[in-house]
């Protein structure tokens, strides 16, 4: 199933699961904290890669609902992908 991106008032939420590559955002965009909300088992994965398709996040659940994040405060970034993503939802607050 490809994933679904919704962007609202500086949040964009990502749902569904991938196993190739898919564009969340191209533009630049100064992120503040990436959110990966309730996995649902132990081993899955969430990978994010740059539009260059550089390693950008990679979160690993070690148990069911263990939900991460990361705290970026205005991280500047040109646009990133979803290369991964087993389960759960994903939500990426930005600056506006």
């Known amino acids: ?3 679904q991106t919704t962007d609202h008032d ?3 939420t990502v749902t569904g ?3 190739t590559a898919q564009s969340i955002f191209t533009d630049r965009k100064k992120i503040q904290c990436i ?6 088992t132990a081993g899955h994965m969430l990978h994010l890669i740059t539009n260059s398709d550089k390693d950008f996040v990679r979160f690993y659940c070690d148990n069911a609902d263990c939900s991460q994040n ?4 205005g991280f500047d970034v ?5 290369d991964d993503m087993d ?8 600056l506006k």
Do not use: D, E
């Open 1 to 3: 199933m490809a994933v």
């Open 10 to 12: 500086g949040v964009i």
């Open 35 to 40: 959110y990966w909300y309730r996995p649902t």
């Open 87 to 94: 389960s759960g939802t994903l939500k990426i607050f930005y």
């Open 70 to 73: 990361l705290i970026l405060n």
């Open 78 to 82: 040109q646009g990133l992908k979803v």
């Open 17 to 19: 699961t991938t196993a």
